[in-house]
């Protein structure tokens, strides 16, 4: 099992910046993915970014609606990410979510609690 614990979350004014992050334990994959998930009041849970992780290669992945404006990243120990966010907009406001999964898995596998994100205008 990865247990996946978020922190960072807050109210903040359009045009801000905020860092979540996700800290992972227990089990360790070897090859695998972290990604950020994003569930604002009424909509369904959206892909956010994610960071793939291989013994000699790493790489990001970033919904349109936040390139550019968002960064995924990892700590060398590799058992925390961060999304840093930058140019906050009301539309960014949801509850964000960590997760992780191996990458020969074809779901997510692995979730935290979530962190509430809000972008006042």
């Known amino acids: 099992q990865v247990q996946l614990v978020e922190s960072g979350g807050g109210l903040v004014q359009a045009g801000g910046s905020l860092r979540l992050s996700c800290a992972a334990s227990?089990?360790?994959?070897?090859?695998?993915?972290m990604g950020w998930f994003r569930q604002a009041p009424g909509k369904e849970r959206e892909f956010v970014a994610s960071i793939t992780i291989t013994a000699d290669f790493g790489s990001t992945s970033y919904a349109d609606s936040v390139k550019g404006r968002f960064t995924i990243s990892i700590t060398n120990a590799k058992n925390t990410v961060y999304l840093q966010m930058n140019s906050l907009k009301p539309e960014d406001t949801a509850v964000y979510y960590c997760?992780?999964?191996?990458?020969?898995?074809?779901?997510?596998?692995?979730w935290g609690q979530g962190t509430r994100v809000t972008v006042s205008s």
């Open positions: 997760a992780a999964r191996a990458t020969s898995a074809t779901t997510w596998t692995y």
């Open positions: 227990g089990r360790t994959l070897s090859s695998y993915a």
